[in-house]
Nanobody, 126 residues
Framework: QVQLVESGGDLVQPGGSLRLSCAPA????????MRWYRQAPGKERELVATITYGGDASYADPVKGRFTISRDSPKNTVYLQMNGLKPEDTAVYYC????????????????????WGQGTQVTVSS
């Protein structure tokens, strides 16, 4: 098992920016696809953005043109740059990743395992 640790959540005014980061707390062999989800009060968790190991990114419609997902693959770290924040972006943001913990897992031919972080609060309010 490994813990994914998010950071960067904060209270920000509408129109402001934040950068979220997520990295494993311990050693892993490799992270494949990495994602950001969010969950607003009273709503279901929703996928915000995905980035593959090769760097291909995709976004949910509400954040297209405002959010950018990126990664530092050697550090197995994923980022979410959020610009033009709106009150409706207020939510707990969760990191999610498909991970091989060891080289043995990777070369076994099995699929990576999926892991979640504990979340970081983003509040957009004046």
């Amino acid at each position: 098992q490994v813990q994914l640790v998010e950071s960067g959540g904060d209270l920000v005014q509408p129109g402001g920016s934040l950068r979220l980061s997520c990295a494993p707390a311990g050693y892993i062999f490799n992270a494949e696809s990495m994602r950001w989800y969010r969950q607003a009060p009273g709503k279901e968790r929703e996928l915000v953005a995905t980035i593959t190991y090769g760097g291909d990114a995709s976004y949910a419609d509400p954040v297209k043109g405002r959010f950018t997902i990126s990664r530092d693959s050697p550090k197995n770290t994923v980022y979410l740059q959020m610009n033009g924040l709106k009150p409706e972006d207020t939510a707990v943001y969760y990191c999610n990743a498909d991970i091989f913990l060891t080289s043995g897992e990777y070369y076994s031919g099995n699929s990576p395992k999926n892991y979640w972080g504990q979340g970081t609060q983003v509040t957009v309010s004046s």
